[in-house]
């Protein structure tokens, strides 16, 4: 997809790249074009994408903070990778700068720390040109943008002022390009600019707020938009089998993972579930994909057989960048990548290179320490938040806590976007209605008794 947007006085142009698998995961390349001049501009998103914007000589710091802010909640609400949503950012005014190419930047963290950074140009909204180096430049694949046929392009335009070159015939390129673009217009820009720019249906394409400080009010509009959730991820189990968790405690990991199994959603299409263990070597049990089913996948677990030996951590994540999460080993293209570490004591290797490359790579790292685990190492491990991702207890017989804390949140159930959930809220109501319909039948007919015995 393409997204751009136009902020009063500034206006933003937004690439983005998705793909639709079979699985139901998407991707994304997302580049925003912004009009920076002298002031701050603005940024958008939508679904899994992401923008910046800074505007023109109209848009005042404290304007061109807010959108900074409104471009950081979309990015959060994205699943942000190498193979999932990538984002890329143009500021632009009378000149396009590139502040961010698809390419750049594989976590949230490092996009919002990007995000953050950006400063406005000088004076000057050129619309049109913004929009060409979104299409010739920040969608090239040199600048990191996927070439698939399965990939698609949205464009949102934010803008609060009239463009000062011709916005017609480019949008009109960009659009017939199959680039899908959204126009946000802020005060004094004319709706017909707006509708210029976008796709059609025209309704579900055009927006207008009176400013700035509204503009987070379509962060949810834009999230819903681009919403395709499905409950498909990759996870990988990374398990310590050193000497010193001691076999009765190993059966009780088994366990352990086992609980975690139960609350995934295994199936062909959805979640896959891999297993590695590692004491000073380290050893696949099953790749991600072999088994589609969770009694499968649960006998698979029991029958794991214990290593032994040392505690070699890190080698043990370098293992999991570059084999469990490969298409070799049956990892899926755009699907989350999830990697859950055990341990029960220091790493005899260093660790730090190793996670850093896992989070670089956009996996999503948790970290479980029991026993004599260092909870420094834990901590390095883990994504962020690092609270929501590392967790220790001093005692194997109290592991059972952690794997009710733990949650692998690929979509959140009770998420409005998520497709799921919006059926599941439609059956509700449906028996609501059918409940309140019931309830309304016996009155009726109390009623028409009463009535009865009256006359």
């Not at 994408?49 to 994205?78: H, M, N």
Request: aromatic fraction near 8%; include cysteine.
């Amino acid at each position: 997809m393409f997204l751009s947007k136009s902020l009063a006085h500034f206006s933003l142009s937004l690439v983005v790249e998705q793909v639709i698998r079979t699985h139901a995961a998407l991707q994304y390349d997302v580049a925003g074009v912004c009009d920076a001049a002298m002031h701050p501009g603005s940024s958008s998103h939508r679904g899994s994408e992401k923008c910046c914007c800074y505007g023109s000589r109209s848009v005042r710091p404290a304007e061109f903070e807010q959108v900074k802010v409104f471009l950081t909640k979309v990015i959060d609400g994205l699943n942000v990778g190498a193979d999932a949503t990538r984002v890329g950012v143009v500021n632009y005014a009378s000149r396009v700068k590139n502040e961010v190419s698809l390419k750049s930047h594989k976590t949230k963290a490092a996009l919002v720390k990007a995000v953050s950074k950006i400063e406005p140009l000088s004076s000057g909204t050129m619309t049109g040109l913004a929009i060409q180096f979104a299409m010739n430049v920040a969608f090239s694949e040199a600048e990191g943008a996927r070439k698939s046929p399965d990939i698609s392009k949205v464009a949102i335009i934010v803008t609060d002022g009239r463009p000062q070159d011709n916005i017609r015939e480019i949008a009109a390129k960009a659009r017939e390009a199959g680039i899908e673009i959204f126009a946000i217009g802020v005060g004094r820009v004319e709706l017909t600019t707006l509708r210029q720019m976008a796709s059609e249906p025209l309704d579900d394409h055009v927006d207008y707020v009176e400013s700035y400080s509204l503009i987070e009010k379509l962060t949810k509009k834009f999230q819903e938009a681009f919403c395709a959730c499905s409950n498909a991820a990759d996870v990988v189990f990374l398990i310590d089998g050193s000497k010193s968790v001691r076999p009765e405690n190993f059966e009780l990991v088994k366990k352990w993972i086992n609980l975690i199994i139960d609350k995934l959603d295994v199936s062909e299409t959805n979640t896959h579930v891999g297993l590695v263990q590692y004491s000073s070597s380290v050893k696949q049990e099953f790749p991600l994909g072999r088994y589609n089913n969770k009694k499968a996948l649960k006998e698979a677990v029991k029958k794991m057989g214990y290593m032994e030996r040392g505690t070699m951590t890190g080698q043990a994540i370098n293992f999991l960048v570059d084999n469990s999460f490969t298409p070799s080993q049956g990892a899926r293209p755009g699907v989350p990548k999830v990697g859950i570490v055990f341990t029960d004591g220091r790493s005899q290797d260093y660790i730090g290179d190793a996670a850093k490359k896992a989070k670089e790579n956009g996996f999503e790292m948790f970290a479980v320490g029991v026993g004599n685990a260092v909870e420094d190492e834990l901590r390095e491990i883990a994504s962020i938040p690092v609270a929501d991702h590392y967790f220790y207890t001093a005692d194997f017989k109290t592991m059972n806590q952690i794997a009710k804390k733990l949650q692998i949140n690929v979509c959140q159930v009770e998420d409005p976007c998520e497709c799921n959930s919006l059926v599941k809220f439609q059956k509700k109501v449906e028996e609501a209605l059918q409940a309140l319909t019931k309830k309304l039948d016996a009155v009726t007919k109390r009623i028409t008794a009463l009535e009865n015995k009256i006359v």
